[in-house]
């Protein structure tokens, strides 16, 4: 599924990636956990999970807009044999330092903090997306900055969106 998104995604002005489910962090890198992974063991990480760097590089070129957004920054909801010091202390996704020109990564939380689940169907992040992301004219960061604000406020300060873009200039998902 991936590999034919990304085949699909080279011919495409704008290609948008959104996950909702939970991830992890090992070593570093992120990861996302497949709805049918039954554990996770350091020797069989590159097999059982999606490694979000691979869908990165996949998008890498600035001659499209490039949107990720993950709704995955959770706790390992599976007892792992690496969630000990390689996971750091078991929070949430690694934050990305920089992204190329033409990228956003949005994320559920701020780097190494963990995402509420929620009471509803969705999580804060994902209601709060919902809400904001059919806005006729509202450029992306606008949008995300809406949704920062509703996630905090639901959340009562315990959650806040983080972003990183590489963006140069005002993209619209909705005229």
Known sequence: TIVEFLRKAALARVAIVFYAGHGVEIDG??????????????????????????????????ARTNIIILDACRDNPLRSRVATRSTGR??????????????LIAFAADPGKTAIDGDGQNSPFTTALIKHIGTPGLEINAMLTRVRADVFKAT?????????????????LVN
């Open 29 to 62: 890198k992120n990861y996302l956990l497949p709805i049918d992974v039954k554990s996770i063991e350091r020797t069989t990480v590159s097999f059982e999970l999606v490694d979000i760097d691979r869908i990165v590089a996949g998008l890498d070129d600035e």
């Open 90 to 103: 078991g929070g949430g996704l690694a934050g990305y330092s920089t992204v190329s020109s033409g990228m």
């Open 156 to 172: 009562d300060g315990k959650q806040r969106p983080w972003v990183n873009t590489g963006l140069l200039g005002e993209v619209v």
